[in-house]
């Protein structure tokens, strides 16, 4: 049994394995898109994630302009169940959701945004025409927002599906069912109502075309761009109610100066790459825009850490996104902590963090593992330090990694090495070795053990000064300094 077009619309995802973006990505756009549905087990991984900012920014490029009829996104939950209590949910309170024709979210439709409550999984109706579906989050500086909303941006996508009419000029519960206007491109889904001509045709039905007329001027001439053609006089082919967008003079034959456009040729184009490929009918920008500019008439500056022509040019890690240039990137205000250089894009060099990379990594027990953010030892420390940052020598009494080892009866317990437990000083008495760990042989005592015991070989061994058997006598022997034999006394 062959699969109905309505089947088709609400099966097939128009979105799927198509072009992504992402703003300050951790990991891969494109995880949002590649068909795989998230489980309460999915991890940060298998989602898209993006480092934490003022803002969020993440698009799916349709390639082509679809009539879409929902949207449906799922976000991470992270094995926990989701609401207040979930880690997430934070993060994604604020985020909206935009269909538009550029990757320029004010030219488009806004077709959701998400001021309070949001559940996980959810579906958005938004039956309009476009080709960049756009996800948006921000926490600007001097904005006081609600406190169950997180402090900044992270962009935690785990799949966005788009569905809608897989061709233009059709509607319907089916999309089988062709525009009623004739001369229509671009209807409603559900209602039939255009909402774009085809080119060559405008009007609220698209009846109009761009016919032009004739006069009589010694000879039959065509009427110039005239804004209502049947306004055009016969005799001299003045256009009598103006020019039609793009061209001036009483005949509306010259088109707009250069940089100029529109009705009167009253608008100023935008920052085009080539102002001399300014539409001069409705100012598109025909070759594109110029650096730090966006959207079809380049008047839109650059936003959420992008920069350069097309806002193409992702900005690096400024320590305020909004105090990138628009033009090259340059971070106006500074890099973030742990990056240097004017686009911020360099990490701090190896053994340094923070800030202008003013930092000093501390004892790590590998240089190259500590973060150029906040200086944390991430394989933690060498023998002798502790904390975070491996900088705080190991507390007085202990030695080695993590400082888990007990130093020895130091002569000096301050000067017990931090590194491997050697006693600087020496030993307290009745003990010897670097360690300071091994008591002194039988027979002996003191410090470094250079004290015999009174009666050596029948002594089970002393400790005081005075040499005597504070530990008893070998067998065979008795008394005080053990100098008796019983077997001469029996």
Request: with cysteine; glycine share 12%.
């Amino acid at each position: 049994m062959s699969v109905t077009l309505l089947e088709y619309m609400l099966t097939v995802n128009v979105a799927l394995n198509k072009p992504t973006y992402l703003l300050k990505p951790f990991n891969d756009a494109s995880n949002a898109v590649n068909g795989y549905k998230p489980t309460l087990s999915s991890s940060e991984a298998e989602c898209v994630f993006s480092y934490p900012g003022q803002i969020g920014i993440w698009w799916v490029n349709l390639t082509n302009i679809y009539s879409i009829h929902h949207i449906t996104i799922y976000f991470l939950a992270g094995n926990d169940p989701w609401g207040p209590s979930n880690r997430f949910t934070r993060k994604v309170l604020g985020s909206s959701v935009y269909v538009s024709n550029t990757t320029d979210r004010l030219q488009g439709t806004l077709c959701y945004s998400a001021l309070d409550n949001i559940p996980a999984v959810f579906t958005i109706t938004c039956p309009v025409h476009g080709q960049y579906v756009i996800y948006y989050n921000e926490r600007l500086p001097g904005v006081t927002y609600p406190d169950k909303y997180s402090k900044s941006v992270t962009i935690i996508l785990c799949e966005v599906e788009v569905y809608g009419c897989p061709a233009t000029g059709y509607f319907g519960s089916n999309c089988s069912v062709p525009c009623p206007d004739i001369n229509c491109q671009y209807c409603h889904i559900e209602t039939g109502t255009c909402q774009g001509c085809k080119p060559g045709y405008n009007g609220h039905r698209c009846e109009l075309t761009f016919k032009r007329e004739l006069y009589a001027a010694p000879r039959s001439q065509t009427c110039g761009h005239c804004r209502d053609v049947k306004q055009c006089s016969s005799v001299n082919g003045t256009c009598l109610t103006g020019c039609d967008a793009g061209f001036k003079g009483d005949l509306c034959k010259t088109a707009c100066d250069r940089g100029s456009y529109g009705y009167d040729c009253n608008e100023t184009c935008g920052h085009c790459r080539d102002v001399n490929q300014c539409s001069n009918i409705n100012g598109t920008c025909l070759t594109g825009c110029g650096v730090g500019y966006q959207g079809g008439l380049c008047k839109t500056p650059c936003e959420g850490g992008t920069y350069g022509a097309g806002c193409k040019e992702t900005c690096g890690y400024c320590r305020d996104v909004n105090q990138c240039s628009i033009n090259n990137g340059t971070c106006l205000t500074g890099c973030d902590a742990g990056f240097k250089g004017d686009l911020c894009k360099t990490a701090c060099d190896r053994g340094s963090y923070g800030y202008d990379c003013k930092g000093t990594c501390g004892h790590c027990r590998d240089v190259n593992q500590c973060s150029n953010i906040n200086g944390t030892c991430l394989t933690g420390c060498v023998a002798g330090y502790q904390g975070d940052l491996c900088k705080t020598t190991c507390d007085r009494g202990t030695h080695g990694f993590v400082c888990n080892e007990t130093c020895g009866h130091c002569r000096d317990v301050n000067q017990c090495s931090n590194i491997n437990g050697t006693c600087l000083t020496g030993c307290d008495a009745d003990y010897q070795g670097n360690l300071c760990k091994t008591p002194c042989p039988v027979g002996y005592f003191g410090e470094d053990c250079s004290e015999t015991c009174i009666n050596s070989y029948t002594c089970d061994g002393c400790t005081d000064v005075s040499g005597s058997c504070d530990y008893g006598c070998r067998p065979g022997w008795i008394g005080y300094f053990c100098q008796k034999c019983i077997y001469l006394h029996t």
